[in-house]
T-cell receptor
Framework: DGGITQSPKYLFRKEGQNVTLSCEQNLNHDAMYWYRQDPGQGLRLIYY???????QKGDIAEGYSVSREKKESFPLTVTSAQKNPTAFYLC?????????FGPGTRLTVL | GENVEQHPSTLSVQEGDSAVIKCTYS??????FPWYKQELGKGPQLIID?????GEKKDQRIAVTLNKTAKHFSLHITETQPEDSAVYFC??????????FGQGTRLTINP
C-alpha cells in the first residue's frame, strides 16, 4: 500500500447513520478511486477523482458521496440512503494505468 | 462496456506444482491487463501486468500471457509455495476508461 492510508481499519455504525471513511496519500498523484468489495466478489467502483475539486460517479454511486478538496485526501461518506453498506471499502491511486490500493476499511452496520 | 470473466473461482494445488488462472475480456480495445493478489483482510497488491503490445511477461515464478485475438489472458505461477495462497484478481482497462475486475480466484496451496 506504500503511501496510501485508510482509517479506521474497522468501523461499526448503527443503521441510519452517515459515516465517513478516510483515504490519504502522500505520493502526489492526481487520480484516486473508491471501490467496494463484498465477500467472495470482485471490486466495484463507487467514485473516482482525476483532479482536485472534480470527481465522477462509478458503477454503484447511489448512497455514497465524496469530496476532493485536497490532492492528498479523498474521503468517502456512506449515507443512510445506502441500502446495504456493510462491506470492505478500498481506496486506490493510479499511476500510468497502474492502480495501487490502500489497506481497506471494513464497515459493519448494525 | 468491458466485461471480465475469471476462472476458476477456486483452485487447489500441491506445493511445488503450477497454478493457472484464466480471464477473458469483451472489449477488443482494452490494452492494459493487471493481476492482483489479495491476502485476507488486506488491500489487493499489484503483482504483474501486461500491455497489449506484448504477448508474455515474466517475473520470477509469475508469468502472464495475453492472446489478443481470443481476448483472453492468463496468470501462471510455477513452483507454488504456501505463501502463494490468496485470492487473485484479473482486470482489464482501455486507455482512460475504468479498470474492470474479474470475480477472483481463491488459490490454496496444499503442503
Amino acid at each position: 500500500d506504500g503511501g496510501i492510508t485508510q482509517s479506521p481499519k474497522y468501523l461499526f455504525r448503527k443503521e441510519g447513520q452517515n459515516v465517513t471513511l478516510s483515504c490519504e496519500q502522500n505520493l502526489n498523484h492526481d487520480a484516486m478511486y473508491w471501490y467496494r468489495q463484498d465477500p467472495g466478489q470482485g471490486l466495484r467502483l463507487i467514485y473516482y477523482s482525476q483532479i482536485v475539486n472534480d470527481f465522477q460517479k462509478g458503477d454503484i454511486a447511489e448512497g455514497y458521496s465524496v469530496s476532493r478538496e485536497k490532492k492528498e485526501s479523498f474521503p468517502l461518506t456512506v449515507t443512510s440512503a445506502q441500502k446495504n453498506p456493510t462491506a470492505f471499502y478500498l481506496c486506490a491511486i493510479e499511476v500510468y494505468n497502474e492502480q495501487f490500493f490502500g489497506p481497506g476499511t471494513r464497515l459493519t452496520v448494525l | 462496456g468491458e466485461n471480465v470473466e475469471q476462472h476458476p473461482s477456486t483452485l487447489s494445488v500441491q506445493e511445488g506444482d503450477s497454478a493457472v488462472i484464466k480471464c477473458t475480456y469483451s472489449d477488443s480495445a482494452s490494452n492494459y491487463f493487471p493481476w492482483y493478489k489479495q491476502e485476507l483482510g488486506k488491500g489487493p497488491q499489484l503483482i504483474i501486468d501486461i500491455r497489449s503490445n506484448v504477448g508474455e511477461k515474466k517475473d520470477q515464478r509469475i508469468a502472464v500471457t495475453l492472446n489478443k485475438t481470443a481476448k483472453h489472458f492468463s496468470l501462471h505461477i510455477t513452483e507454488t509455495q504456501p505463501e502463494d495462497s490468496a485470492v487473485y484478481f484479473c482486470a482489464a482497462k482501455q486507455g482512460a476508461q475504468k479498470l474492470v475486475f474479474g470475480q477472483g480466484t481463491r488459490l490454496t496451496i496444499n503442503p
